[in-house]
């Protein structure tokens, strides 16, 4: 092309396209470069910025994923297990002179050693040790083998966040607790294994008994209930006013309404739901059912307006190709239209919960940050959710509730990172070219 | 307004008019598309629209099933009657007008479904099989009309979507086709094609013509004077001329016809 411009240009053009082009080619490349180094750039500092809280978390966390646990021999004595009074009975009485037949230089009889003794455990073993008598009344009597919790300080010491070497009136043990705890080591009493009871365990006061399991549930129900009011309700407004809806101004109004309520900060749709759900409805406080429909009010902007783009998306092509051939309005839209939107729609579902996932400030005010020690049966029980547990742990002041909390936190981002995966596997696996 | 002219036009040709359209007019927002047109389109007949990019050739066709009426800013006036009934008569549904009338659009638009249920589609939503057998012959016929089968036939099952561009528009032909219209509507049904399956799709044009009324746009003057009986030519949404096809090429009336046909405008 250069050549004939040239050739048919009369005057003294000289200068070929081709020789312009190389000269503006440096300069063009270096911006491209530059895009490219700034782009990089900021995507490797949003990494690292991800990175730092992971490692903070993660460090700060991963000992709350491990438990130290004690197995003791525990001889039931029926003196003061005695059957007839079952379930009642002196289980720590039991539990404590069992330590102390282990530990040298423990007096039974000194109530002042006795009750340091049973500090050692965690509150909740002399629990178990009567669910497990309970249920077989014939260990009365006899001598079994039990792995307990052992309590927070111990618990502490044993993952080396107790440092040894603080003098004793600054230490939470005393010199003979850390001897006993010694012991008990060398005796190969103590154990470290996975902590399950962070999952299996509801909410406890003691930060070694206390557990997700309730709030997880309770984050379940509340999902649950947010999904089932605002999918079918958000997808069902975005077709009408999408496909349906006459466009005039009220359509308009609608619109900007629609958008302006998936910008409302939170915390109103609390406020709101405390005065009409609660309020005026009387539904129970701290429910999970509640804590849905609060969250299905937040949800429910953002899947319409993620509908909404999705339906858009699909060319117009595909609505006139199936018109033409006789299809009604209702048989174009559901037919054709929403099965190429739903790889959009189910994305922008996906990342509507995973915000409820995380939302806290609504569910704070309608209760669902209540001290709940044990898990919802269903979703008008009290409960608590994933993030409001962690607002309580961290406002917590035994020490272990931070690395609970961390791990709490880990626990969050999890189901966060697989929503969001797989809102993007979809995404991948339905993406279609027309 | 016409109502007493177009009686006496009913009375004498109606066996022979399929489309009769009166002053029509098309608005797109302010752009004047198509300008107080005319025309009678015959039965049995296949009439080729032609006329230089941007006349409205596309517009004008998509009136006869109603088309328009899916773009907002587009304003229909006059009167398109089909049959003796009036299209835009609020009683009548486009639903049952393009069962009537199909279309193959300018773009190959082939649903993103497997090559059957393209085809079976139509017939499945007005419910003209009663029987899998039946859909499939039916399937079958209709891709052979688009002259296609020997291509799918082996992929009945695949995406319409992963075919080249002139195999989705003979899809789509097939697919106009699989809903037996009266009317078949195509708007440069060829240009993506090569001279094999340009031949075969003006057979099938040919052989639709003993029973349908078929209207073609297309840019290629051999092509027109090759399948079509009639001939309208618009320029800048004016219907300028509207003849027998051997007449308009051979014999042009009017002065912008005869540049466009020997290629001074377009
Ligand atoms: N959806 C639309 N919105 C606004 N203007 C339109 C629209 N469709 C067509 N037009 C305008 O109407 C006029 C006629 O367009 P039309 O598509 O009917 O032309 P055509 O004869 O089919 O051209 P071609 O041969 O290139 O397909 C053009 O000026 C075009 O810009
Ligand atoms: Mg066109």
């Known amino acids: 092309m250069a050549d004939v411009t040239a050739g048919t240009n009369p005057g003294p053009k000289t200068v070929s396209t081709a020789d312009v082009v190389r000269a503006s080619l440096a300069r063009r490349n270096r911006k491209q470069t530059l895009l490219q180094v700034l782009g990089l750039g900021a995507i490797s500092f949003a990494f690292l910025m991800l990175f730092i809280l992971i490692a903070s978390l993660v460090s700060s966390g991963y000992h709350a994923f491990t438990q130290t646990h004690i197995t003791l021999d525990v001889f039931i004595d029926p003196e003061e297990v005695p059957l007839e009074r079952l379930p009642r009975g002196g289980f720590d009485d039991v539990l404590e002179a069992s330590l102390a037949s282990v530990l040298e230089d423990t007096d039974p009889n000194d109530r002042a050693t006795m009750r340091a003794l049973g500090g050692l455990l965690s509150n909740g073993a002399q629990f178990r040790l009567r669910d497990r008598v309970v249920e077989d009344p014939d260990l009365v009597g006899q001598t079994i083998a039990m792995t307990v919790p052992v309590s927070d300080p111990y618990d502490q010491l044993n993952k080396g966040l107790i440092d040894r070497e603080t003098p004793e009136q600054h230490r939470r043990l005393k010199d003979f607790e850390i001897a006993w705890f010694d012991q008990l080591m060398a005796k190969e009493a103590i154990s470290k294994p996975l902590n399950t009871g962070l999952i299996a365990n509801a909410d406890s006061r003691f930060p070694e008994l206390a557990g997700l399991k309730g709030a997880l549930i309770g984050s379940f129900w509340a999902l649950f209930v947010c999904f089932v009011i605002s999918f079918p309700l958000g997808i069902g407004a975005a077709i009408y006013l999408e496909e349906f809806a006459p466009k005039n101004k009220f359509s308009d109004l609608v619109e900007v309404n629609i958008n302006n309520l998936a910008a409302v900060p939170s915390v109103v749709f609390g406020l709101l739901a405390l005065a009409v759900f609660i309020g005026w409805f009387g539904l129970p406080r701290s429910a999970p059912f509640v804590g849905g429909m609060t969250l299905a009010l937040m949800t429910m902007p953002t899947i319409i307006i993620a509908t909404r783009a999705a339906l858009k998306a699909v060319p117009p092509s595909i609505r006139e190709a199936a018109l033409g051939v006789g299809a009604s309005k209702h048989q174009v839209v559901f037919g054709h239209v929403l099965p190429l939107a739903m790889p959009g729609i189910l994305t922008g579902t996906i990342i509507g919960l995973a915000q409820a996932l995380g939302e806290t400030a609504p569910l704070l005010l309608i209760g669902m940050n209540a001290f709940i020690t044990s898990a919802p049966s269903g979703p008008f029980d009290s409960a608590t959710a994933l993030p409001t547990q962690i607002f309580i742990w961290a406002d917590s002041p035994e020490r272990g509730f931070v690395s609970r909390t961390s791990a709490a936190i880990l626990v969050l981002l999890g189901f966060l990172i697989t929503m969001n995966a797989i809102s993007i596997y979809l995404r991948n696996k339905f993406e279609r070219s027309w | ?266």
């Open chain 2, 1 to 266: 307004m016409m109502d007493g002219m177009r009686k006496i036009e009913r009375d004498t040709a109606a066996s022979d008019i399929k489309i009769q359209a009166r002053s029509v007019q098309v608005f797109y927002g302010d752009t004047h598309a198509i300008k107080d047109v005319s025309v009678d389109i015959l039965d049995k007949t296949v009439t080729a629209f032609i006329g230089p990019s941007g006349c409205g050739k596309s517009t004008f066709l998509r009136c006869l099933n109603r088309m328009n009426d899916t773009i907002d800013i587009a304003r229909v006036q006059g009167d398109i009657h089909i049959d003796g009934d009036d299209i835009y008569d609020p009683s009548i549904d486009p639903v049952q007008l393009r069962a009537k009338v199909g279309m193959v659009f300018q773009k190959p638009n082939p649903f993103p479904k497997s090559i059957y249920d393209n085809i079976a589609y139509g017939p499945r939503i007005h419910g003209l099989a009663r029987t899998k057998a039946e859909l499939d012959e039916i399937v079958e016929r209709s891709l052979r009309r688009g002259a296609i089968w020997d291509e799918v036939k082996d992929r009945l099952h695949e995406p319409g979507t992963g075919l080249s561009g002139g195999q989705q528009q003979r899809l789509c032909i097939a697919r106009a086709v699989a809903t037996e219209p009266e009317v078949l509507l195509m708007d440069e049904p060829c240009s993506a094609l090569d001279p094999i399956a340009t031949a075969q799709v003006e057979d099938l044009i040919d052989e639709l013509r003993r029973n349908y009324s078929v209207v073609i746009v297309t840019h290629s003057m051999q092509q027109a004077a090759r399948v079509s009986q009639k001939t309208a030519f618009f320029h800048l949404g004016n219907l300028v001329e509207y003849r027998e096809t051997g007449q308009i090429f051979t014999n042009p009336e009017d002065a912008r016809t005869e540049s466009y046909i020997t290629g001074r405008i377009g």
